[in-house]
């Protein structure tokens, strides 16, 4: 060993296995020194701790002690100390290089999240650096000795370093070493882990010592029961997949078909990309033996079976999801995919599970191995060791996954912690959150403790540093908001207005949430990782603090607020002539909601305008007549305004799309009263196109500046197979619908109306929707120039920046926009490749939380239908036809936005027949399908089905002890409802009016165009065209790839 003043080198041996299995000794050079950083605030010597601002944590002053587990802790039992509650843990660097090691990628990656995230304020410390806190292996003695030693030995460094102001607990399972270092050193405690829990946070988490013993269960012996094929080398995995040869993809279980199917896309390399069709399409894994074990979500390497094996996917539905190995299913052999089998794991994507007790599980006192259910059916069952199956068995209970051998039919797990009884609200919610990975903590009080403070006693005021940073638009501007009914986060203003030369000037106007969350916050690390506010049909979790969201950040009327705006000078053609970007001082006067701004547009009195808008009580009658003026001509010139922007973009291919969105009515005790679809109104178009027209801008902006990490959203072309449905739909009625592209797309779907039945063009608005790849969020430093588009908008170029205090993406391209406007900060700014990790977890976190608003959705409509008796009129409804299944029918009822199936073959092969009165029987039998329609024979008559066809179906609630409870609807009338029916003849008269508005603004913009000379056109004008208009269709790249698609599509002459 060499030595000097401040550094000692040594030589450390590492004995690893190389991926090919042979042992391999590595030397390493290691210097050691004393100033090696403690990183505790309580530190009294010279150590450089780096500030908490640059990402790292620092131990916390206010816990009564600082912990250390050692390596076995670490490596058995991070779960425990992944809990929220236990902070300032001290993660040494052997114990790191333990869990890397002799754990998992995944184990060791969870680790190091545990310390990035500064909310546990945990550190790592380089103990195997520091001179005084290491210890040199010695002969003889074993690997766990030297880490239990190495692990006490800097335990009781940091408490000398830190002059004995905190306790220092070691946690161990070795009783070995608690009954040597013990009593060693005062104030340094080494505890078990069990005893460690029990004394400091038994009373804190009564149920971390229900996790502990779930977690010692699951280590014990596994039950060998059923062989999988063994996996292949990783080396040859990667081979593999750079060759071609093998595919590596994620595997999605198919919900309605979970022991039969999984599909993985194809992920396509640029350097060879390939014009074979085959290469975009999924890839078929059937059966749970070709799965090999892999789960939902996790990343596989597939290999491709040869074609003669190749199976086409079900085209059966499916009355019970949970399917067992060996139940085949029929396949349908016209629409044969590529197949494969699942031989290696690249990553594993296991989580947190929902689950329950089978209801007559049982298990001796002594405890053994029982299998759960998960609530989502696309995980299999999951084998568990727990003495409390009595306890749990009426609970919704929490496991994870901890392996899954070869030899085992099932995968192993372990108990976690219970949500609550069956069927009670409060644990179906906590279900639904956690199936969807969506965290709902409280915020803490170092989070709160950054944002500013709004009391009556202490008031939030405009600070009068910003007056002088900022366009103060207080006096100057009528600025407004118009919202859904109860909004509290109010992102978004408006203002509209006429300038003295003749042209008009729009305005949007953004909550600037960046003022209150700096990058790099505790806030904006929350914000971050929650990514957007979750809306349930009861209840919403909010991505930032209320003090932002629903109150500092909240653009309210009737007090001032930080904005950012992006303002533009239209013409009379509503052409931009000039726009401009930067942060202002608002105040808007006043808050309306959907139906009354759309009102006062039709010229609702003034009377019930003033009953409804509070912002105009108590004022003279002079003045209410002078400000309902105002206001009304505001609300319908900004209507106006966006008519035209809307037409604009109508022309270039624009879709307008349909999806279905339930109203759940709740009385004030939170019991539901109604499910009522949402009306749509012009209105909302109206605010919809200005968002659209603001994010568009900013987008163009961004990429300007930053070509390389500016953020946008975009939307992929869709696939052609996946519109055959919405084709056959179409031809059912005689209408003819196109994809070749989304102008004729548009076009098309707006030409597809039966005078006699108005749902038909929102049923197959609703099915376009449904074949629409979905949109993302990236970094343009990550996709070529040419995918930046946004398909359904027609747009190049689209962000999102108009909703910060609800989304993170918005927060981002606000720090983007100002960096771009100002020129400052472009340093502080994430890089391409930070940029891109980014979208994916925000794509992640926005996805979970649109399928929890939906689980929610459908969870409150079959407690509506639980309260209601099966003979009631509200459970009979109109139904149309949607898709056609070899034993059945797919459905829309309208009323309550329902999606389901509707059997004609029940599991026992027999078929249904209605007779005039309603009745319905299950007799023998057959059913004979073609594109279009579906025919039941049976020996009571044949009765004939076709696609967009109304029937009657009573809607009844289906409970399921073990899964989400869900609807069933059966097949009462081959008529339709006559009294829904009646109901929905409304919308043809709407729908034909918004039709005719839009046509009408294009036939004029048209024609205004066409007098407009380029004299009368300002030079300020054409350069803005130029920089930011849209490009001309001979110079778009967008649509020349348009026209090669369509080119590809066309058979060769």
Request: hydrophobic residues 35%; contains cysteine.
């Amino acid at each position: 060993m060499v030595h000097d003043r401040k550094l000692e080198k040594s030589n450390k041996i590492l004995r690893i296995k190389s991926v090919h299995g042979r042992n391999i000794s590595v030397v390493r050079e290691v210097y050691r020194r004393e100033d090696v950083p403690c990183q505790s605030q309580l530190c009294l010597s010279d150590c450089q701790n780096v500030s908490g601002e640059s990402g790292l944590s620092l131990l916390p002053a206010d816990t009564n002690h600082y912990l250390v587990p050692d390596c076995q802790v670490a490596r058995e039992f991070l779960e425990i100390l992944e809990n929220p509650v236990v902070t300032g843990i001290i993660f040494l660097q052997t114990v790191v290089h333990s869990v890397q090691h002799e754990g998992s990628r995944r184990l060791y990656n969870r680790l190091r999240n545990l310390v990035k995230d500064k909310r546990k304020a945990s550190i790592i410390f380089h103990n195997e650096f520091q001179k005084y806190a290491y210890c040199e292996r010695e002969q003889e003695e074993s690997l766990t000795e030297w880490q239990t030693r190495s692990t006490y030995t800097a335990a009781e460094w940091f408490f000398h370093h830190l002059a004995g102001q905190k306790p220092i607990i070691m946690v161990t399972n070795d009783k070995q070493a608690i009954e040597t270092y013990g009593n060693k050193t005062l104030n340094v405690f080494v505890l078990s882990l069990e005893e460690y829990l029990r004394k400091f946070w038994q009373a804190h988490i009564p149920e971390v010592m229900e996790l502990y013993d779930s977690l010692t269960a699951s280590l014990e012996t596994k039950v060998k029961e059923k062989d999988y094929r063994g996996y292949l080398p990783v080396d040859i995995l990667e081979a593999g997949v750079k060759s071609g040869r093998f595919v590596l993809g994620h595997i999605n279980v198919n919900k309605n078909n979970a022991g039969q199917e999984a599909f993985v896309k194809q992920k396509r390399s640029l350097e060879t990309d390939m014009p074979d069709k085959e290469d975009d399409r999924d890839i078929l894994i059937h059966g749970m033996s070709c799965r090999n074990r892999a789960i939902h979500g996790d990343l596989v390497v597939v290999e491709m079976l040869p074609r003669s094996e190749w199976r086409g996917r079900s085209n059966v539905i499916k009355e019970s999801q949970e399917v067992e190995e060996g139940e085949d299913d029929s396949a349908s052999d016209c629409n044969v995919m590529p197949t494969g089998r699942v031989v290696g794991i690249q990553q594993r994507n296991w989580r947190e599970y929902v689950a329950s007790f089978s209801p007559d599980e049982k298990v001796s006192e002594k405890g053994g191995k029982v299998l759960v259910i998960p609530w989502d059916y696309r995980i299999p069952k999951i084998r568990i060791s727990t003495k409390q199956v009595e306890k749990l068995k009426d609970q919704r209970i929490v496991v994870r996954i901890d392996s899954w051998d070869i030899d085992s039919q099932y995968p192993n797990g372990h108990f976690v912690k219970t949500l609550g009884p069956i069927g009670d609200l409060e644990a179906e919610i906590s279900a639904i959150l956690l199936e969807n990975t969506i965290h709902a903590s409280q915020f803490s009080e170092a989070q709160k403790k950054e944002l500013p403070v709004d009391t009556p006693e202490n008031p939030w005021g405009i600070e009068e540093a910003e007056l002088s940073k900022r366009c103060d638009l207080r006096s100057s501007h009528l600025i407004f908001s118009i919202d859904p009914k109860g909004c509290e986060d109010v992102d978004d203003t408006l203002s509209v207005r006429n300038l003295e030369n003749g042209n008009l000037e729009l305005g949007v106007h953004i909550a600037d949430v960046t003022h209150f969350v700096r990058s790099g916050s505790l806030t904006d690390t929350e914000a971050m990782s929650r990514s957007t506010t979750v809306y349930l049909a009861d209840r919403r979790y909010d991505m930032l603090p209320g003090i932002l969201s629903a109150n500092l950040c909240s653009l309210i009327s009737g007090v001032d607020r930080y904005a950012m705006s992006v303002m533009w000078e239209l013409d009379k053609n509503f052409e931009v002539v000039d726009v401009w970007y930067g942060k202002t001082i608002i105040r808007s006067s006043y808050k309306l909601f959907y139906e009354m701004a759309q009102a006062i547009n039709d010229g609702i009195a003034t009377s019930e305008i003033v009953k409804n808008v509070p912002e105009l009580q108590n004022l003279s009658e002079g003045e209410i007549s002078n400000r309902v003026e105002e206001l009304r001509s505001a609300v319908s010139l900004l209507m106006k305004v966006a008519r035209h922007l809307k037409a604009r973009r109508v022309c270039g291919g624009a879709l307008e799309l349909t999806s279905v969105e339930v109203q759940v009515e709740l009385t004030e005790t939170k019991s539901i009263e109604n499910l009522t679809p949402k009306d749509h109104l012009e209105v909302h178009d109206t605010i919809a196109e200005c968002m659209i027209f603001a994010n568009h801008w900013v987008a163009k902006k961004i990429v300007e500046s930053f070509p390389n990490q500016a953020l946008l959203r975009h939307h992929p072309l869709p696939k052609s197979e996946q519109f055959e449905n919405l084709k056959n739909c179409a031809k059912s009625k005689g209408l003819e619908v196109k994809t070749t592209s989304n102008k004729e797309l548009a076009e098309t779907l707006d030409n597809c109306v039966d005078p006699g039945d108005p749902i038909v063009n929102r049923i197959l608005r609703m099915l376009a929707t449904q074949a629409m790849s979905v949109a993302s969020y990236f970094s343009t430093g990550s996709l070529p120039r040419d995918q930046f588009f946004h398909y359904g908008l027609a747009l190049d170029y689209y962000t999102h920046f108009t909703s910060p205090i609800r989304r993170y993406a918005d927060v981002l391209v606000h720090r983007q926009l100002m960096a771009a406007v100002s020129g400052e900060d472009t340093d502080m700014l994430p890089g391409n490749q930070e940029l891109d990790e980014l979208s994916e977890h925000i794509n992640h976190q926005h996805r979970a939380a649109q399928n929890a608003q939906r689980d929610s959705q459908e969870l409150f409509q079959y407690l509506y239908f639980k309260q209601k008796h099966s003979e009631d009129e509200c459970c009979l409804a109109d139904a149309i036809i949607f898709q056609l299944r070899a034993n059945g029918l797919m459905v829309f009822v309208p009323r309550y936005g329902i999606k389901g199936p509707v059997y004609l073959r029940n599991k026992e092969g027999q078929v249904i027949f209605v007779s005039g009165s309603g009745q319905s029987e299950w007799t023998s039998g057959s059913i004979t399908k073609s594109d279009r329609s579906i025919c039941v024979n049976s020996e009571l008559g044949s009765q004939s089905f076709c696609l967009l066809d109304h029937i009657t179906v009573r809607v009844t609630p289906q409970s399921s002890r073990s899964h989400a409870s869900s609807l069933k609807l059966e097949l009462m009338s081959t008529e339709g409802y006559a009294l829904d029916q009646e109901l929905s003849a409304t919308e043809k008269s709407a729908k034909s009016q918004k039709q005719a508005i839009i046509k009408e603004v294009m036939a004029v913009a048209e024609e205004k165009r066409s007098q407009t000379t380029t004299e009368d056109q300002s030079a300020r004008y054409q350069a803005l065209k130029a920089e930011f208009g849209q490009t001309p269709d001979n110079k778009s790249l967008y649509l020349v790839f348009e026209k090669f698609s369509e080119l590809a599509k066309k058979p060769l002459s």
